[in-house]
Each structure stands twice: as structure tokens, then as C-alpha cells.
T-cell receptor
């Protein structure tokens, strides 16, 4: 049972390059989220989706785009990477908002030079 | 303005003793509080939660206490074990389901042999 899978696990980019992080979940969850974790900052919500075809902005959405074309996948895109986007990115999913319990992926470490 | 605060970045506790992790919140409109545990190079995992209508929830060695009048919750781990060394995030779910779960910055717990 894979749960939430993120690819790639590691990536180094140069400033201005673009890339996409893929999140896949096999639990048939409706809700999916992208967070970033920075030292001393905790987990900050970038974008989220409450169902296939829907997306919404979180706390720190600037510089990122997302798409949820299929229920099981949630893509996070960086169109023009900046050093400030160096971070560890976590995808999460949940069946709904009954309790607030989220299931996280293992994380993707992104470095922008 | 931080709505969920974990004021201790780190905590060291002797193995076998009690670990107490604290969390304060500023918004009375949260109805569910959660604790997540995170090991290095892994995603956070759900540990325990408590509804705002309760003041205590226990699960094995883990107990969460909620003091609504003080807007304070704490996680007690008894007895502490080496495997408990991790970062612990406090999180709160707003009553308004349009608002997303808010995480604290985390407390790193070190269990000393």
C-alpha cells in the first residue's frame, strides 16, 4: 500500500528553470495539499485541492502553479525557479475534513542555485 | 501573526521520563487539534488528536490535554523512548471548513539515553 508518493525526491535547479513535482495517492482521497517546510517556519500551505479539477491558493502560493486533472494526482509547478524556493516540499491527502488528519508523502528536497 | 505557537524549538528528556510538548493558539474558532510526528527525511505522520469539546485524549503512551480557557494544549509522552526523538508539530483545524489546517513551527524532541 503506497499511500502518498512524491517524485522526484531530490532536484537541483538553476534560477529561472522550470520543473514539476508530482504527487500521487492511492487512497481515493478527495483532498490534496502541497506544503513547504523551511527551517524555523514549520509547514506552510502552498496550494490545495478539494476535488478533481479544482485548486485553491494557500498561505504562500506565489511562484507556484498546480493542477488536479485526475483525482489521484496533484502536480506542483515552478515556472521560473528562484533561490527562495529552495525548500522541502510535502504533498498530503485527506478523505475530507472530518478530523483534519492528513497523510503525507516522504517529501521532495528542491535546491535552486 | 502566528495562530498556532510552539514556543520551544527543542526539548531534551531522559529516557524513561515524561516528555511534555506545549502548544498555544490564539483563535477560539478551532474545533480540532492534532499532533504530528516527523522523523528526518520522512513526511509527518499523524499521532493523536483532540476535539475542542474534550479536555483529554489518551492513546497508549501519548496523552493530549486541552485547556480552552488558556488556549493551550500539551502532548505528554510517558515513558519516553529513544524512538520518540523526532520533530513534533501541533496543528489546529478551523471550524470554518473553507479555512485550512494551521501548523505550528514544531518542537524537536531529543530523548537522552
Amino acid at each position: 500500500n503506497a499511500g502518498v508518493t512524491q517524485t522526484p525526491k531530490f532536484r537541483v535547479l538553476k534560477t529561472g528553470q522550470s520543473m514539476t513535482l508530482l504527487c500521487a495517492q492511492d487512497m481515493n482521497h478527495e483532498y490534496m495539499y502541497w506544503y513547504r517546510q523551511d527551517p524555523g517556519m514549520g509547514l506552510r500551505l502552498i496550494h490545495y485541492s478539494v476535488g478533481e479539477g479544482t485548486t485553491a491558493k494557500g498561505e504562500v502560493p506565489d511562484g507556484y502553479n498546480v493542477s488536479r486533472l485526475k483525482k489521484q494526482n496533484f502536480l506542483l509547478g515552478l515556472e521560473s525557479a528562484a533561490p527562495s524556493q529552495t525548500s522541502v516540499y510535502f504533498c498530503a491527502s485527506s478523505p475530507g475534513q472530518n478530523t483534519g488528519e492528513l497523510f503525507f508523502g516522504e517529501g521532495s528536497r528542491l535546491t535552486v542555485l | 501573526d502566528q495562530q498556532v505557537k510552539q514556543n520551544s524549538p527543542s526539548l531534551s528528556v531522559q529516557e524513561g521520563r515524561i516528555s511534555i510538548l506545549n502548544c498555544d493558539y490564539t483563535n477560539s474558532m478551532f474545533d480540532y487539534f492534532l499532533w504530528y510526528k516527523k522523523y528526518p527525511a520522512e513526511g509527518p505522520t499523524f499521532l493523536i488528536s483532540i476535539s475542542s469539546i474534550k479536555d483529554k485524549n489518551e492513546d497508549g503512551r501519548f496523552t493530549v490535554f486541552l485547556n480552552k480557557s488558556a488556549k493551550h494544549l500539551s502532548l505528554h509522552i510517558v515513558p519516553s523512548q529513544p524512538g520518540d526523538s523526532a520533530v513534533y508539530f501541533c496543528a489546529a483545524r478551523p471550524m470554518n471548513r473553507d479555512d485550512k489546517i494551521i501548523f505550528g513551527k514544531g518542537t524537536r524532541l531529543h530523548i537522552l539515553p
